[in-house]
């Protein structure tokens, strides 16, 4: 079974502070991206990469930026995080090839206060 | 530009009825068409997807969807309807050309059965 896992399912920060979240996949795909879901606007994508050390923008990447350091892992960084970026992240990986489907993880809701 | 519309924000069905969850699509090439279903608390699962080949694609729970491409469309269906089926459900599309396989989901269709 794949397991695609979140470091937090619920997490509290202030606005300003620094908020890190860890997702980690254990399936050896190339692919792992970064969404944040909002009621009416369903998944829109933040960051993806498609391999180590790469990263492309998705449609919302501002305020957030990403790393990738090794395969299984895949990480969202809010730099300064603010009231409008509470709503829930969640993380996906999928082999290579945009003909594969896409395994997501329990998401991480995030309040920022 | 890729698109993905799902014109209905709900849906509601009696159970034992046949379901419908519309999707609409648009992208430059051609398309790579899916369905995720997320259930209460859950993360998403993946339903079902279209590559090419044959327009009915079947997929998990006895969910089948149809490829239109003079419609550009890929409705979600179902004979009958189970209480359990009761989720939300997203379509998402993917340009073929695309390698790293950037996907464009639609908004979600909430679906309710009701017993």
């Known amino acids: 079974d794949v397991k695609v896992t979140q470091s937090s399912r619920y997490l509290v920060k202030r606005t300003g502070e620094k908020v890190f979240l860890e997702c980690v996949q254990d399936?050896?795909?190339?692919?792992m991206f970064w969404y944040r879901q909002d009621p009416g606007l369903g998944l829109r994508l933040i960051y993806f990469s498609y391999d180590v050390k790469m990263k492309e923008k998705g449609d919302i990447p501002e305020g957030y930026s990403v790393s990738r350091e090794k395969k299984e892992r895949f990480s969202l960084i809010l730099e300064s995080a603010s009231t409008n970026q509470t709503s829930m992240y969640l993380c996906?990986?999928?082999?290579?090839?945009?003909?594969?489907?896409?395994?997501f993880g329990p998401g991480t809701r995030l309040t920022v206060l | 530009a890729q698109s993905v519309a799902q014109p209905e924000d709900q849906v509601n069905v009696a159970e034992g009825n046949p379901l419908t969850v519309k999707c609409t699509y648009s992208?430059?090439?051609?398309?790579?068409l899916f369905w995720y279903v997320q259930y209460p608390n859950r993360g998403l699962q993946f339903l079902l997807k279209y590559i090419t080949g044959d327009n009915l694609v079947k997929g998990s729970y006895g969910f089948e969807a149809e490829f239109n491409k003079s419609q550009t469309s890929f409705h979600l269906k179902k004979p009958s309807a189970l209480v359990s089926d009761s989720a939300l459900y997203f379509c998402?599309?993917?340009?073929?050309?695309?390698?790293?396989?950037?996907?464009?989901f639609g908004d979600g269709t909430t679906l309710t059965v009701k017993p």
């Open positions: 399936m050896d795909h190339e692919n």
């Open positions: 992208v430059s090439g051609n398309p790579y």
């Open positions: 998402a599309v993917r340009d073929q050309g695309a390698n790293a396989g950037k996907s464009t």
């Open positions: 996906a990986s999928g082999f290579q090839g945009s003909y594969n489907e896409q395994f």
